[in-house]
């Protein structure tokens, strides 16, 4: 479980970490990164806030783009963002679209060859990580939550809703909140799980989850830009919002009038997302 640092940049007074290591979850070597905020040097405890990118991410589009080391340095949270696939691997088929192989693991388990003994990222993201971030950073163990943008938002949701209590909260920007319904998420998913008569689909979908949820109390927080490309054919919020209201399960929407789908809209309601967990993490 050795780590090898790729990159150390100071900033707003803490420390934007870049780390490699050899996966067991995923079998090759990936990156992630850590933000660790200059109230580590107090030897303090640190709660963790673990971000999920989308397709076509590494670990460096949040990084660079998404401005949350400001907040996180205010706040005092370590936040942790690993790549978005298994990389490096070769696999026939792994590079030929931006929805599907690298920069698009969606976060789950797969089960179909040849996909099936790498592309583990729910495992990895919710197992092999935490062990190694819990392990290697001054972090308070169990204080943790999560969040993400895109194919990476839905990557949070499912790892809070399949793992009750795991996080303290969650939130997603522009998710892609009902896999099952829309051509991302099909796509992937027959690649990943078989055909949807294989019947595992609903696992792997928020909006189908939210529906037999059971564990301690969950809001979700989730975020959406109104002149996102995406809203309309593949993020389906108001398919989730509806599931979510059939059953009584708390969730919040907030729409921002104008903001698109990238990380301009990230960076713009990034601090607020950390202010949110912040207070769910120190309850
Ligand atoms: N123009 C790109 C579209 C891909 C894209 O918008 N990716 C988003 C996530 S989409 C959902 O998971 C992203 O975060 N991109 C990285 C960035 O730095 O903006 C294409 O068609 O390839």
Redesign the pocket.
């Known amino acids: 479980m050795a780590l090898t640092e790729v990159s150390c940049n100071k900033i707003f007074g803490g420390l934007q970490k870049v780390f490699s290591h050899k996966s067991k979850e995923v079998g090759c070597t990936m990156k992630f990164g850590v933000f660790v905020p200059p109230q580590a040097e107090e030897n303090k405890k640190l709660p963790v806030i673990y971000w999920l990118?989308?397709?076509?991410?590494s670990e460096a589009?949040f990084i660079e783009?998404s401005g949350a080391q400001r907040y996180a340095a205010i706040h005092g949270v370590i936040i942790v963002n690993p790549d978005t696939s298994p990389r490096g691997l070769n696999i026939p088929g792994d590079s030929e679209s931006?929805d599907f192989g690298v920069g698009a693991g969606f976060y789950i388990n797969a089960t179909q060859s040849p996909w099936k003994d790498n592309y583990r990222m729910f495992s990895y993201v919710t197992k092999e990580l935490i062990e190694i971030v819990n392990l290697n950073f001054p972090v308070a163990e169990g204080k943790q939550s999560i969040m993400g943008?895109?194919?990476?938002g839905h990557g949070a949701l499912v790892c809070a809703l399949k793992n009750p209590g795991l996080y303290k909260s969650v939130s997603a920007f522009?998710p892609?909140s009902n896999p099952l319904k829309c051509s991302?998420g099909i796509k992937a998913f027959t690649g990943y799980l078989g055909p949807k008569e294989t019947g595992t689909w609903s696992e792997w979908d928020a909006t189908e989850l939210v529906k037999k949820y059971s564990g301690p109390a969950l809001e979700l927080l989730i975020d959406q830009g109104m002149e996102d490309n995406?809203l309309k054919n593949q993020l389906l919020p108001e398919n989730l919002m509806e599931a979510c209201k059939n059953v009584s399960f708390p969730a919040i929407l907030k729409k921002r009038e104008g903001y698109d789908?990238?990380?301009y809209y990230v960076a713009s309601f990034i601090g607020e997302h950390i202010e949110y967990h912040m207070k769910n993490l120190t309850k």
Do not use: V, W
Not at 53 to 57: E, P, Q
């Open positions: 990118s989308g397709l076509t991410c589009n783009k931006m943008h895109s194919m990476g522009a892609i991302f995406f789908h990238s990380y």
